[in-house]
């Protein structure tokens, strides 16, 4: 399974349509998560003429895509736990630490996951976020952490960016870079 993975696409601000990179990069894609800050339904119409859709609201989705979307879901997917969050909630902490911290009890305990609260009681084995627009990708007690970056305002990144994951025996995640957003 290959999965799209976008954040903080913030349109139509940061561009008035998806760049094509993307929509070459997500062509043939089974689905596309969407870690928050999509801003209007112009992005989720987009993507979801690419393939089907999932994602989570961020800090800068009104109510109406609150409304449409979960601040946090948790996907099985070819037999693999997936966390989706946009990683804005909470205080203190830096942008993984509130994604690990939205669906594990206690940071650095991921082995301890109860399901009290709003906690799933399954480990996640990946956790995708956005918020920050850097791409990341690192282990944290057994979790995969991974946030694309955007593909539309890449703030002081060096380039923009989204991610591809790909489901099989293992878990594989890679970001894609690109130069513009035209």
Do not use: C, W
């Not at 209007?40 to 859709?53: G, K, N, S, Y």
């Not at 909470?90 to 082995?111: N, Y």
């Not at 956005?130 to 539309?152: A, C, K, V």
């Amino acid at each position: 399974m290959r999965i799209g993975i976008v954040a903080d696409t913030h349109m139509p601000r940061a561009a008035k349509q998806l760049p094509q990179a993307l929509r070459d990069g997500l062509a043939g894609v089974d689905l596309i998560l969407h870690a928050g800050d999509f801003v209007t339904f112009d992005v989720v119409e987009a993507l979801q003429q690419i393939a089907p859709l999932h994602g989570v609201y961020g800090n800068n989705d009104g109510p109406d895509m609150q409304a449409r979307f979960p601040a946090s879901q948790l996907l099985t997917l070819k037999g693999f736990h997936i966390g989706l969050v946009h990683g804005h909630l909470g205080k203190k902490k830096s942008t993984p630490e509130r994604a690990i911290e939205a669906f594990v009890t206690g940071l650095g305990t991921a082995d301890q996951t109860t399901g009290d609260g709003d906690k799933p009681a399954v480990k996640p084995d990946v956790i995708i976020f956005g918020h920050s627009h850097i791409p990341y990708q690192e282990e944290h007690h057994g979790i995969l952490l991974f946030n694309p970056g955007s593909p539309t305002d890449k703030r002081r990144q060096p380039q923009f960016s989204y991610g591809i994951m790909e489901l099989g025996d293992t878990i594989k995640l890679q970001h894609i870079f690109y130069p513009d957003k035209h």
